[in-house]
């Protein structure tokens, strides 16, 4: 195939302004009031597929916010490929810790971004990601150098748990039947680092509620007397690990897939520097399960964090009371070969069991997945290391996530297709926080390495 350095540089500024009208939509799938931003998003991502030379384009109603669909089919026997993404964002709180605001993307300099970085809501996660396909396609149907069938399927619900992408999916299974899913809402090791993502955790997601007395009540006339929901559940928390950060749920670990020696060891290679891991998150020391090492813990082990936890009175001032409730939101990522069903049923049982008389426990399931790994010895991997090696002219490093992408094992399940992960983030780019910024460079080198990824896999598949 061409080069497509050269229409990259050409088209570059109208590239990054198309990508900044992107990011001014709120499109936050999570808080109602922004209804109408998500489905405007829908409505752009749709035309600028088929401004990108999609020929069959639609908004496909769900029970919640719409998928985007598109397709370009050059020839039935053809490979395909399908991409993934989204088009919904976090919400941008606490919007006090943005340097500037969250639907206003700017541009700015960086020590690990010299050449500019966009400051945005959803930089990263998902809609640079997602919008390197579409400019990729747009590269190759303008040059001729498609050289096989693409599908799209961009959905607005992933930052709450895809709800609607599973009943999509089930009805739809002719409609986006492929050889290959590519995504790109995952990171590399570093700038100047390739990596493919091979493994992703799986998760389990719950909110617990600890009731009291039937009211909020004086902490004078009734502290020490009457069990304060707040307190109980913060030791109800506090038992959750050991005192070596093992999770003390029953049966936890009973179904985790231990890595060999070998495999640790393969990991280890990786670039990796702990004295910048901290100062990086200004802390004075890493923290998590004995024998595991901070790379480890964070991709092949299991883990249980308090994501939220409130109650009482938290306004301004004081307020004496014993609150009648309190609550927490709890996330728990898995690892090969834990099912999230199976873990939410013993965190349940678990949880309600060590609540003392006083209190009543409801623990409510929100969403979950189960984890995923590709080998590297798949030709959808070979094809994107081939794809890397060619524009940063080194061989990418497989590597585990920590992340979760719930539908990457729904898509093996019901599509029967493996999903290459071809991140092009860093993990600096502070996705789902403040200041969420995603580097130029890796943006256009997104959509650089994309076409490539296509060449080598038309050419390997049809050599099978």
């Not at 089919?73 to 395909?80: E, F, S």
């Not at 950060?245 to 640790?264: A, C, M, Q, W």
């Not at 004995?290 to 082990?301: F, H, P």
């Amino acid at each position: 195939m061409q080069d497509p350095s050269d229409y990259i540089q050409q088209h570059k500024e109208r590239f990054l302004n198309e990508l900044i009208n992107l990011l001014k939509i709120p499109s936050v799938s999570a808080d109602s009031a922004h209804s109408q931003d998500v489905i405007n998003m829908a409505e752009a991502v749709a035309a600028a597929l088929s401004e990108a030379g999609c020929d069959e384009v639609e908004v496909c109603e769900t029970s919640g916010y719409p998928i985007v669909y598109g397709e370009k089919i050059i020839g039935p026997d053809l490979p395909t490929v399908l991409v993934y993404g989204h088009y919904d964002v976090q919400p941008p709180d606490p919007l006090e810790l943005w340097d500037t605001p969250p639907f206003e993307p700017v541009i700015k300099e960086t020590e690990l971004h010299p050449d500019g970085a966009i400051f945005a809501r959803g930089a990263c996660d998902d809609k640079g990601q997602m919008y390197m396909h579409v400019k990729a396609l747009e590269y190759m149907v303008r040059n001729n150098d498609l050289p096989c069938n693409v599908k799209f399927m961009i959905e607005g619900e992933e930052e709450v748990g895809s709800p609607s992408l599973v009943t999509f999916v089930k009805e739809n299974r002719e409609k986006l039947k492929n050889d290959i899913i590519l995504i790109s809402d995952t990171g590399m090791i570093a700038a100047d680092v390739p990596s493919i993502t091979t493994g992703l955790r799986g998760l389990s997601y719950v909110e617990v509620a600890v009731t009291g007395p039937n009211r909020d009540l004086h902490s004078g006339l009734y502290g020490g007397a009457v069990a304060n929901p707040i307190n109980i559940l913060a030791k109800m928390i506090a038992s959750l690990h050991d005192e070596n950060n093992h999770i003390t749920i029953p049966g936890f670990y009973d179904k985790v897939h231990e890595l060999s020696e070998e495999e640790r060891q393969a990991m280890a290679e990786a670039p990796f520097s702990l004295e910048a891991y901290k100062k990086h998150l200004d802390i004075s020391a890493v923290y998590g399960e004995k024998g595991y090492t901070t790379n480890e813990r964070n991709s092949i082990r299991p883990t249980l964090d308090v994501n939220g936890i409130w109650g009482g009175y938290t306004g301004e001032g004081a307020k004496t009371v014993i609150p009648s409730k309190a609550y927490a939101k709890i996330s728990m990522r898995l690892v090969p070969d834990q099912d999230w069903h199976e873990i939410t049923e013993l965190f349940t049982r678990h949880f309600t069991s060590i609540a003392p008389d006083g209190v009543k426990v409801e623990v409510t399931p929100h969403h979950g997945g189960q984890a995923y790994v590709t080998p590297i010895d798949h030709i959808g991997y070979r094809a994107a290391s081939e794809a890397y090696e060619t524009t940063f002219g080194k061989t990418p490093i497989p590597q585990r996530s920590g992340g979760s992408i719930p539908i990457v094992s729904l898509f093996e399940q019901e599509l029967d297709s493996k999903t290459i992960l071809m991140g092009f983030g860093l993990d600096s780019d502070a996705i789902h926080s403040p200041n969420e910024h995603y580097g130029i460079r890796n943006y256009l080198k997104g959509i650089e390495t994309i076409p490539y990824f296509y060449s080598a896999f038309t050419r390997m598949k049809e050599s099978e």
